[in-house]
């Protein structure tokens, strides 16, 4: 009897040792989806948010209730984002990671990680290791900003001469820009358009970002005057309103147009003053004459030619891009 008893004994041990693991007692496992709906795209001109951020789901794919821990890496840039979610079984939840930049950066595009690791598994320590990642873009966006300047405004040239202004075109944006010159006028005191003939070494620069570049123009003037000239003393003066303009071509598109920066300059032409021997009169008869003081009408002239550079002026200063 007791032979039989050991016997079944072993029977039983290696019935019990040969089943799968499958039939035992099933013991939970980990696991976890992450998805990040990006780029990033961060506007950094002066005056933006600076700022950008993207959705991510992660998904609990599992029978068991997840805590599941958030990890971030942007870089040099700071960032924020929720440092753990706890997800129910079967379900997915949403998230916001934002990321900050500095104002003025080059444009450029960087690397974002994000990863989800479940750290808990109902509530214990998950039996294996259950992470997943997603890698984004960062754009920093680029902006336009150009000016013009010069160290003079007023030029004085005769008939038939040439005459270059020299100015300096500045790039404020964050990327190389082609900048685009071009002018209005000149125009005399009327608003009408004078004989003059304008050239550019070149009407599309390329300048860096926070470069700038010195540019001159030249123009021919008349080979006369026109009957608006005034006289002063021996010389027949008048003066002209002429606009020079710089204009960012990252910065053009249809709706918004483009962002640009202009510079108002004077020209005084000038001639010699012949008196005519014709009937003792002087210059063509009373006509000059007619125009009273010299000086004083010159005056008036100028003031005239500032007004309408005021008139023809685009309205506002250089604009920021703040798409």
Same mark, same amino acid.
């Given at each position: 009897?007791?032979?039989?008893? @050991?016997s ?25 989806n ?5 780029? @990033?795209?961060?506007? %950094?001109?002066?005056?933006? $948010?600076?700022?950008? $951020?993207i ?31 706890? %997800? ?8 916001? %990671? ?11 595009? @960087? ?29 920093? @966006? ?26 300096? /075109? ?20 009327? $608003? ?67 962002i ?9 032409l ?20 007619s ?8 005056? /008036?002239?100028?003031?005239? %030619?500032f ?9 506002g ?7």
């Open positions: 009897m007791t032979r039989m008893l @050991l079944l004994i072993l029977v039983l041990s290696f019935v019990l040792l040969s089943v799968p693991p499958s039939i035992q007692a099933q013991q939970p496992v980990a696991s976890v992450l998805d990040c709906e990006g780029p @990033l795209d961060i506007p %950094v001109f002066p005056g933006s $948010s600076k700022s950008g $951020s959705t991510c789901t992660v998904e609990n794919p599992t029978a068991f209730s997840e805590k599941i821990e958030i990890e971030v890496d942007s870089g040099d840039l700071a960032h924020s984002a929720p440092g753990s979610i706890t %997800v129910a079984a079967g379900e997915s939840e949403d998230f916001q %990671v934002s990321v900050q930049a500095d104002e003025g950066m080059l444009a450029q595009s @960087l690397s974002l990680t994000v990863k989800a690791t479940v750290v808990e598994l109902n509530g214990a320590p998950p039996p294996n290791v259950a992470e997943d990642e997603e890698d984004e873009i960062i754009n920093i @966006l680029q902006y336009a900003d150009v000016s013009i300047s010069a160290d003079l405004a007023l030029f004085s040239v005769d008939v038939g001469d040439e005459l270059s202004i020299e100015f300096t /075109i500045q790039n404020y944006g964050n990327a190389e820009d082609t900048l685009k010159l071009s002018t209005t006028g000149p125009f005399d005191e009327d $608003s009408n358009s004078a004989d003059f003939t304008i050239s550019f070494p070149s009407n599309n620069i390329r300048v860096g970002s926070g470069q700038s570049q010195t540019v001159s123009v030249l123009l021919k003037t008349p080979n006369q005057m026109s009957s608006n000239a005034m006289q002063e003393g021996s010389r027949l003066m008048e003066n002209f309103a002429l606009e020079l303009i710089v204009t960012s071509e990252f910065s053009c598109s249809d709706s918004t147009g483009c640009s920066s202009s510079l108002d300059t004077v020209i005084t000038e001639d010699e003053f012949v008196e005519s021997d014709e009937d003792g009169q002087s210059g063509s008869g009373d006509s000059w004459n125009l009273g003081h010299g000086g004083y009408m010159n005056v /008036i002239a100028l003031v005239s %030619v007004a309408t550079v005021a008139l023809l002026r685009p309205i200063p250089c604009e920021r891009n703040l798409e």
